[in-house]
């Protein structure tokens, strides 16, 4: 059985595990299981050179406790004065950097709704996923009231965050603007540069990152707009862009998935970035997949496939 095969199989037994829930009658989508889902890459892709992942695994959490339950949101105020009161203690003497990393995933995405509401997941995999119309998605009414759930727990790091990173497709951006972007916006008047009026502006760095994106799988919902389209989407956004080498997303095929290798090589680049900035305090918004790979990467991390508009608060050090 090919690699790709023995992906499809189990993501096929894993899928069939998820029921819609419902909350005071509210929708939340069947993509919000109760069910933690604990299975392993290593189990989906045999094939993968497990040596590439610990070449990469320079990072260690020091809080695994706080983000072991799959259903419970972490208590950030907690977090934060763990993570203070170790920075102080240091005092930078054992020569670590430590660092507060709050990885936040996306709300219920279109795609999402598709998948579980409209079609079912296996109508979704066999007959629809690779259809362009499902391309770069946006959130659903469900997924932007999940993301602005998140704003109010995540208030605390109001006048503590420094960085601000995030996948460039369209759930991540819409997720960063509801979830916790107006925490560091500045109220000004509008300026505008180079005919564009930027009507948000914020008081640290947004960085939008090519290769902070969700796995390139065959589905169309991983491809990414062509770069023009997304600059033009969101230019009344102060967001600075890296990564982008063509305008067409060269990356994505409906052919083939991304090899583990590279994706794991792709959340190695994004903690490099992170961790060589002067920045203390991050948040990075993206996607379930990128995530896992994080969990993966970095050591003591416990490993579940996070529910829609989850954060993760994590205290690292390097090793």
Partial sequence: MSAISALNSLIQLIESKYTQESND????GAAQSSAALTFKWKDIDKTADRSVLKGLQKYRVLNPDDIRDREKDPNMEDILAKYQSLVNKSD???GNKYKLI?????GEGVH?????ELFGPE????NQSTDLKWKDPH???TGVEQVKKILPKLQCLKHHL???VSSPLNRALETATLAFLPLVEIEKEEEEEDDVVIKHKYSIPVYVLEYTRERINHHACDSRNDFDEIKNEWKEYDFEYQGFDTNKDMLWTDKEDENREFLWMRSGKMMQFIFEKDANV????GHCDFIMSLMELILDMPFYKPRNAAFFPLILTTV
Avoid: P, Q
């Avoid at 709050?102 to 996306?106: D, I, K």
């Avoid at 109508?123 to 066999?126: I, L, R, V």
């Avoid at 991050?282 to 918004?285: G, L, N």
């Fill in 162 to 164: 420094n960085l601000i």
């Fill in 102 to 106: 709050v990885l936040v995933r996306h």
């Fill in 92 to 94: 930078g003497k054992n």
């Fill in 112 to 116: 999402n709704w598709a998948k579980w």
């Fill in 123 to 126: 109508e979704w995999k066999n």
């Fill in 139 to 141: 959130l659903t009414k």
């Fill in 25 to 28: 009658n509210e929708r939340k």
């Fill in 282 to 285: 991050v948040i990075y918004s």
